[in-house]
Every structure is written in structure tokens, then in C-alpha cells.
């Protein structure tokens, strides 16, 4: 398969270390972790991943190496057919298992949590690997980073709200 290919349907069978970027976008992609090269990469701070709902402590995790969420979502580019669409456009990112969790364009584009918001390929400077989770979406600037730490990401799917 193409690093890069224009043909993401919803009906693509999910295959491990890629990920689509698909619904409201201009151009539905499919992007492997090997393509990640073709990003600037960002580091993230070390941290203690703690769950929301139980407050529980689960484990220390080193610095995540990774590209921007938001650099992979203008690789696909944002659809705007009114040109106020973004301002009510959500981004749901899905792993494999299901997990599901969402980042809206004003937080991904106009705040300090789309600078990292990062889809995390390395940590420690050794490569993840499917066991460990890979490809890992970490939202760095959470109060509580175990919801929106999610392992396997499959894909991300742009969504403008109607009101
Ligand atoms: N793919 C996926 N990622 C996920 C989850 C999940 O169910 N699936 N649960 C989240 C929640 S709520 C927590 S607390 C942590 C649990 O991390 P662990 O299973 O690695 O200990 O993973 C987060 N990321
Ligand atoms: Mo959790």
C-alpha cells in the first residue's frame, strides 16, 4: 500500500500503523507511521498517566516523539464550504478497539492544546511498537492525560456540527 494514498472510504479495513483521515475533510487520506517522516516532529514532556474516572495512578511514560494532530488534519484539509464551518467543526479520533474520544478545531487550531496534541510514533527515542500501543494520540496540555491517551489510534474523522 502507499505511504500517502487519496482513497479512504469508510468501508477500508483497519490496518494496523495507518490512519485515516476522513468525513469532512477536502482530501480523505491514509497516512502510515513510516509516511510520519514527511512531518516536522514534535517531543512531548514526560508525564503521569492517571485515569479520569478513578483518579488512579497507572504508570509514569517517558517523552512521546510524534507529529501534530493538527498537521495531519490540514495534510487532508479542512472542508469549508461555508466559511464559517470550521468554528463548529469536531474532530473524533477512534482506536481500533473503539475508544473514542473528540478535539475541536478551535481547540486543535486556537489553543495551547493543538500544540500537543500529538499522534506519538517514539518514546525515549525508541520506536513504539503495536504492543505498546502504536500509533498513540496524547493530548499533552490535559489536566488528566489517560482519556485522551489513546492506544491503536485508527483513525480521525472531521465532523461539522449542525445547529
Ligand atoms: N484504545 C484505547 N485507548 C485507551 C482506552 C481504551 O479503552 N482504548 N482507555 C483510556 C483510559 S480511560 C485509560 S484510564 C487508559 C488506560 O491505560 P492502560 O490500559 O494502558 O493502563 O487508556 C486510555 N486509552
Ligand atoms: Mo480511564
Not at 472510504?9 to 497516512?31: K, M, N, Y
Not at 473528540?102 to 504492543?131: M, R
Request: charged content about 25%; hydrophobic content about 45%; overall charge negative.
Amino acid at each position: 500500500m502507499d505511504d500517502l494514498s487519496e482513497n479512504a472510504a469508510e468501508s477500508t479495513p483497519q490496518v494496523d500503523g495507518v490512519i485515516s483521515l476522513e468525513g469532512e475533510v477536502l482530501t480523505p487520506l491514509r497516512i502510515s507511521i513510516e509516511a510520519f517522516s514527511s512531518f516536522e516532529s514534535v517531543e512531548a514532556a514526560p508525564f503521569a498517566l492517571r485515569c479520569f474516572t478513578t483518579n488512579r495512578f497507572l504508570r509514569d511514560v517517558g517523552r512521546y516523539r510524534g507529529v501534530l494532530l493538527r498537521d495531519l488534519i490540514l495534510r487532508a484539509g479542512l472542508r469549508n464550504a461555508s466559511p464559517t464551518d470550521f468554528k463548529r467543526t469536531v474532530f473524533v479520533a477512534v482506536a481500533h478497539d473503539g475508544y473514542a474520544v473528540t478535539f475541536s478545531w478551535h481547540e486543535l487550531f486556537n489553543t495551547a492544546i493543538g500544540e500537543q496534541a500529538l499522534v506519538a510514533y517514539e518514546c525515549d527515542g525508541k520506536p513504539l511498537s503495536v504492543d505498546d500501543g502504536a500509533p498513540v494520540l496524547f493530548s499533552g496540555a490535559d489536566i488528566l492525560p489517560a482519556p485522551r491517551h489513546i492506544k491503536r489510534l485508527a483513525r480521525v474523522r472531521a465532523c461539522v456540527l449542525s445547529i
